[in-house]
């Protein structure tokens, strides 16, 4: 097929997808009775097996027998949980442990510490569960934004800063929710992307500080007051799959086309559009690793022969695929959601950028299949690169939530 005939394809594709926009209102901040800046207790792991831990500044371990001074004269730990036994052994100090609830290293002042090769403030603690340890980073809300919000938006100009405001105001809302709704007795969240990346002081940018400080207490709430689980995502490529944040909200607001003044917010994006080409086999290699076909047929249908085709059966009315049906061999597998990106993983076991594509077997090789596609990520909620498309073009971020969260407002709590 001809570069202008996929360029046709295309844009029938997105023409065909994009819904509605709806009008939006800026967030003005309600303000409520001011309360104590939070602390977050973060998991770094839920199962320490082995970790290093050194103390960059002076932090103290207090037991029954003696209170301990620890700080980096002290070398690193290496610390290891077997057999019932945890403990943290360096050139200068032994500790061990077996009958205990919870370990806790407490700084004396402003205290950092190194836990596997990246730096935290606050606390570190190592907490007993079951047959389980769980390495845990207790420290103060803003602190622990810091550590989020490079992780999840470029923060390197100060053009996008509206853009940064907008996304360290989602993850604190986050957060907070997950304060009021804990994940365990332990700890409220994971550090991981089973909820937001959290990496420590490894990254610092001027613009976050800034954006953390000018944000402080800010945080997207229900008109009733009620904490929020927002979610945002990198790129929605022109079409937001919206869903209302919570079963109570009366607001149906539909699809929410990605587009201001005629242009699409999120176009500036590395994901905006993408084109890949998948061979049969590589689609076979997925489903085997996704334990949906097992090695022995695989390798058997490779050595004797076999078709596959694919059809969509479904898509939301964003446009994003919701069922699709292979047909493989003799047998039928139906996927969707987040297995429909499996499937179409690249050959490093990545998950396809997004579920807004179409798919067309090659003509001349239908072993071969064109995957044309748009976006990074879900769809739901705030679009980053939207965000910062917005930005620049001078709307504040009181507007970019407002347009992301229709149904919310924003609310200081402190």
């Not at 032994?94 to 407490?106: A, G």
């Not at 047959?131 to 420290?139: F, K, P, Q």
């Not at 079963?247 to 607001?253: F, R």
């Not at 086309?257 to 084109?275: A, F, G, L, M």
Request: glycine content about 6%.
């Amino acid at each position: 097929m001809q570069i202008w005939q996929w360029r046709t394809v295309l844009l029938f594709f997105f023409l065909l997808f994009f819904g509605a926009s709806c009008a939006k209102r800026p967030i003005t901040p309600v303000e409520v009775l001011p309360a104590k800046i939070p602390t977050i207790r973060v998991a770094l792991t839920d199962q320490l097996s082995r970790g290093s831990l050194q103390f960059i500044d002076a932090y103290q371990l207090r037991l029954e027998e003696a209170n301990y001074l620890l700080d980096s004269t002290l070398g690193n730990f290496q610390v290891s949980w077997d057999n019932g036994q945890l403990t943290f052994r360096s050139d200068s100090r032994f500790f061990s442990f077996e009958q205990f609830e919870r370990i806790e290293f407490t700084a004396l002042n402003a205290g950092e510490f190194n836990w596997m090769g990246i730096s935290y403030q606050g606390k570190i603690i190592f907490v007993k569960n079951q047959n389980s340890v769980a390495v845990i980073n207790e420290l103060l809300l803003p602190d622990y934004l810091k550590g989020v919000v490079p992780h999840e938006i470029p923060s390197h100009s100060e053009e996008y800063y509206q853009a940064v405001i907008s996304q360290t105001i989602a993850a604190a809302t986050y957060a907070y929710y997950s304060l009021k709704n804990p994940a365990s007795a332990y700890f409220d969240l994971y550090a991981d992307n089973r909820d937001q990346i959290y990496q420590g002081t490894r990254i610092k940018t001027p613009l976050v500080d800034k954006a953390v400080t000018e944000s402080m207490g800010l945080f997207l709430q229900t008109a009733g007051g009620k904490p929020v689980k927002i979610q945002y995502h990198s790129t929605c490529g022109g079409m937001l799959d919206y869903l209302p944040i919570t079963e109570q909200s009366p607001i149906q607001t539909g699809n929410i086309k990605d587009q201001s003044n005629e242009r699409v917010n999120c176009e500036i994006s590395p994901q905006y559009r993408w084109t890949k080409q998948m061979t049969a086999q590589d689609l076979l290699d997925n489903l085997t690793g996704m334990g949906l076909v097992t090695s022995a047929q695989a390798e058997q249908w490779k050595n004797q022969g076999y078709s596959l085709k694919l059809e969509i059966l479904s898509r939301k009315s964003s446009g994003r695929v919701e069922k699709i049906r292979i047909e493989l061999a003799e047998q039928e597998i139906i996927l969707s959601e987040w297995q429909i990106r499996r499937f179409l993983a690249d050959k490093q076991g990545n998950p396809q950028f997004s579920s807004l594509f179409i798919i067309k077997s090659s003509p001349k090789n239908p072993d071969k299949f064109h995957v044309i596609g748009a976006g990074f990520g879900h769809g739901r909620g705030m679009c980053q690169w939207g965000a910062i498309g917005l930005a620049l073009r001078g709307k504040p971020y009181n507007e970019i939530l407002s347009f992301y969260y229709p149904e919310l407002q924003l609310t200081k709590l402190y």
